[in-house]
């Protein structure tokens, strides 16, 4: 009796007392990376209001947001809190694959489906099948800018400056270099050009970037350190290309980077100049909510719940976990703003990638890149 109650119990929470579906969510709302998780968040709530405006099987979503300070540790308690005493359906998060990475295996023991929205790094689905993404992978970005590097800008020489810090820094300069280099270009500057998260002064490591002589520069990293190298890299002279990953794609960099942020490019998700419709009428509501132009965390944050709610129109029972993991990782051709989305048997998001150039006046759409 005492295993029946509890089961019911379980059933019963996870719809809260208004007769939602809880689906909660972890990112960093404040520290380092805290335009991210802002963004993100800011994607899912206006997509939610579309989505509950409507309804799933006369449910409405009910989102619980934790704050993981954009730190491992934080991730998995939030993610842990999120399970045991708010008794969620499933979890949204995070941005940061080091922080995911600690998420995902406190859900997988839970058998919680887990969407992350942008940690691309490739480990992240490999812990288990529950899982999953809705962006594409570092495999994929680092070849698209390995490409660019070598096909768009000419580039033979290329230098890497790698946050040791990040799982997403080290796996993103790990494919860009051998993609480099198996198109024919050059790593140049030795493997000691690495700094860690939170890190202020660069000009040492930018002035030996320098003396190596690169045709361009590749810092897989997060805007919050990439802004004052761009600065301080014009300081000390270096005028050539730098290149980056979605990492970089925060209203915040231009503001660190000021002038620096000329001549640089990045993969990235989503281009907020894209002529598509559905991308325009997105980034016009964003604007008319949040007063500012979104970038791509905001764009992948609106792609992740509208999949959630995709794939729980789809099961029979809207409180079914693994039915709802099952929905999740069958999810084929859903049109999102950040494109059409389709999950591989991995787990990953089959989708193309866009680079964007900075220029002082803002980001804008170089070309598109399919897989």
């Known amino acids: 009796m005492i295993k029946i109650f509890v089961c019911f119990f379980l059933s019963i929470s996870i719809f809260a007392e208004e007769g939602t579906l809880k689906i909660g969510a972890v990112f960093p709302m404040t520290g380092p990376i805290a335009t991210f998780g802002q963004e993100s968040v800011n994607g899912i709530k206006l997509a939610l209001e579309k989505i509950n405006a409507k309804g799933i099987k006369g449910k409405k979503i009910e989102l619980i947001v934790e704050d993981n300070k954009g730190e491992a540790i934080d991730s998995a308690n939030a993610t842990r809190k999120l399970i045991e005493i708010d008794n969620v359906?499933?979890?949204?998060?995070?941005?940061?694959?080091?922080?995911?990475?600690?998420?995902?295996?406190?859900?997988?023991?839970?058998?919680?489906?887990?969407v992350t929205p942008a940690s691309t790094n490739e480990k992240v689905t490999t812990m288990g099948d529950y899982i999953s993404r809705v962006c594409f992978t570092d495999n994929f970005q680092g070849k698209v800018m390995a490409k660019f590097a070598?096909?768009?800008?000419?580039?033979?020489?290329a230098a890497l400056l790698i946050d040791n810090s990040s799982d997403?820094?080290?796996g993103l300069a790990e494919v860009f270099q051998r993609e480099f280099i198996a198109l024919g270009?050059?790593?140049?500057?030795?493997?000691?050009l690495v700094y860690q998260q939170r890190d202020v002064e660069f000009r040492t490591l930018l002035r030996k970037i320098k003396r190596a002589n690169p045709q361009v520069v590749f810092v897989p990293g997060y805007y919050s350190e990439v802004g004052p190298i761009l600065n301080q890299a014009r300081q000390v002279g270096i005028d050539i290309p730098f290149l980056g990953g979605d990492g970089w794609d925060s209203p915040n960099l231009q503001e660190l980077a000021g002038a620096g942020v000329k001549n640089t490019f990045i993969s990235s998700h989503f281009a907020p100049d894209d002529k598509d419709t559905m991308v325009q009428n997105f980034v016009k509501l964003y604007k008319e909510r949040y007063e500012e132009e979104?970038?791509?965390m905001a764009a992948l944050g609106y792609d992740s719940i509208i999949l959630m709610a995709d794939a729980l129109g789809r099961v029979k029972d809207p409180t079914n976990r693994e039915e709802l993991k099952n929905a999740i990782n069958s999810t084929k051709d859903l049109l999102g703003v950040t494109g059409r989305i389709s999950i591989d048997e991995n787990r990953n998001a089959v989708k193309s990638a866009v680079v964007l150039e900075y220029l002082p006046g803002g980001r804008h759409f170089k070309e598109k890149i399919s897989p």
């Not at 940061?96 to 859900?107: D, E, F, G, M, R």
């Not at 070598?150 to 020489?157: C, G, P, Y």
């Not at 270009?185 to 000691?192: E, L, Q």
Request: glycine share 10%.
């Open 89 to 114: 359906l499933a979890i949204l998060g995070s941005v940061a694959s080091s922080n995911t990475l600690a998420s995902a295996p406190v859900a997988q023991s839970k058998k919680v489906p887990l």
């Open 150 to 157: 070598r096909n768009t800008l000419k580039a033979e020489r």
């Open 168 to 170: 997403y820094s080290k």
């Open 185 to 192: 270009g050059k790593i140049v500057g030795g493997d000691d």
């Open 294 to 296: 979104p970038g791509a």
